[in-house]
């Protein structure tokens, strides 16, 4: 597996290194980034009409096993997105962790 | 002087502790006698002064009142407008801070250097805003440390206890999750984990909405038109929240501003936990989270320990009872502990093994060779939870011919996900002429006692190399002048 470096600048097409020290926070719009993610399920892009179970991208063909992973996985994203420098993400994160309690409470019962 | 202070800066109630010559730590009351201070600024519009505390929250005048600051630490663009000036979090905090200081120094001497406690989660600014609020308030912070922590090195130094402790910290504002062996003094942290905007605060605004909801069901009116009036009932729920924790059923009457009437609130227990059992559930996913992190299970843990004012709420124990079979412990004064436990950490921080609070690593293109795929992802270098201090090196490839300047991301989080990470600094190495793709450059990161992060790039093909230490410095954090003249001017300040 090789791992080759990507920094988002040389991703955008500039030229010129950014400065030393302050770095972006995060992608910018139409980013390399953006475009990776169009391919990434539908829990990475919270819209304010999807379901649960669309949002957790849970399936009824899924078994216990599966889901318990995935809501484990997603928790940890957007927990810790929670936390993030993106205001944006940050937003996204409580809709997304209401999301993954209510799958959680359906499929395993409540505490 | 005071040689070993802890400050527990919390969202809702801040205290000060010192070590005393017996190796005790102690909470020192402020000058209205209070052991802990809660955490609200009211700035007075007829005099010059900002009071903290209890006459704070009591002042009246919501425009002029900040509560819960603490959450908003990592918010560059949350700032407080009061009489034309506008106040950072930061400011906001060190006026806390100033309080705490000045009062407890008439006790227990001169503070110039503590330890401060902060969430497990945390991120750069938000730690940043912490150390800055102190030295606006004239003191050095010597080492920030994780609240779980610092609860657990108090609860393993008064109750003598050994083995692995799993502490949960459900406070105001934020839930923590740590654990760690302890073995006499040694203690080993394996792991900390944080939730956001989860606590006792939150609990009181969902009370608050069961409690519009039932005056409007009654009257056909709205309980507030106003946010004076909004604090009240606020304070009303957090009364009824505390005594839910006693009793099974709890009677408030409540009237708005409005004269539409009075509607007599009947709450019971049970209701109660019905209305935060999504909240509930999310602490248990945090629970689990830490579990997998460390790779326990829950008959692994030997003790788990209760620290934070929420843990008092009857569900809190009787789920965790319920999730290891054993009864949870009460850390002493569950809104105590983390402040005392950060004297002792002042003193015993070299027996205290600490581990990394995030991953860092940078953004690469991963290439399968298997299934061809390619793959831009966060590619971690050091993972969260690493013993500290350490050093680890990843070796990458430059990615197009005639490449002139290597350009290294510093990232930080967990997730491969590179939209989920946070990206925190950038490294750039001018390097040679005329060189094909593919050379070989090692990325090496080192994290040492003091959460102090470091980065080297290393060209393997010219040996040419270039270190930085990684810091969070972008917007939301002054600039060392700007911390200076704003110290200068909080000091002046009337702080009662």
Redesign the interface.
Known sequence: ???????????LGGGK??A????????KAGS??DK??KG?PAA?KVEPTQSPEELCGITPKMAKDEIKAQ??LL???Y?????????K?RGEA?QM??A???M??KHFG?? | MAEYVGIDLGTTLSGLAYLKPDGNPEIVPNADGERLTHSVVFFDSHEDVKLVGSAARDGGEPDRTIFQIKRFMDDPEHLVEIDGKKWTPAEISALILSKLKRDCSKICGDITEVVITVPANFNELARKSTIAAAEMAGMKVKRLVNEPTAAAVYYAHSQGVKGRILVFDLGGGTLDTTILDVEGDNIKILTSEGARHLGGSNFDDILLAAYEEQYKKQTGAALYSDERHRRRVLQATEDAKKMLSKLQRVNDTVANDQNSGIARIDLSREHFEKLIRHMLTRTVFLVEQALDSAKLKTSDIDHVVLVGGSTRIPKVKSMLEKMFGKVPKSCGNVDECVALGAALFAKKSSRIQEVCNASYGTLAMVYNAKTKEEKLMNSIVIPKNTPIPCSRTQVYQTSEDNERVIEVDITQGEDEDAKFVDVIGRLTLDVPPNRPKGCEVAVTFSYDENQRVRALVVDKQSGRSKEVAVTYKGAGVLSDEELKRRSHHLRAMRIE
Do not use: G, H, W, Y
């Not at chain 1, 597996?1 to 991703?11: A, D, G, P, Q």
């Not at chain 1, 030393?20 to 992608?27: N, V």
């Open positions: 597996m090789f791992k080759i470096l990507k920094s988002l600048s040389k991703s290194p950014a030393e020290a302050p770095p972006p926070s995060k992608a390399l980034l990776v993610n990434a990475a809501l484990k928790f940890r994203r927990n810790r997105s929670a936390s993030s420098l993106d205001a993400l409580d962790l209401d993954i309690v209510q959680r409470e409540e505490i």
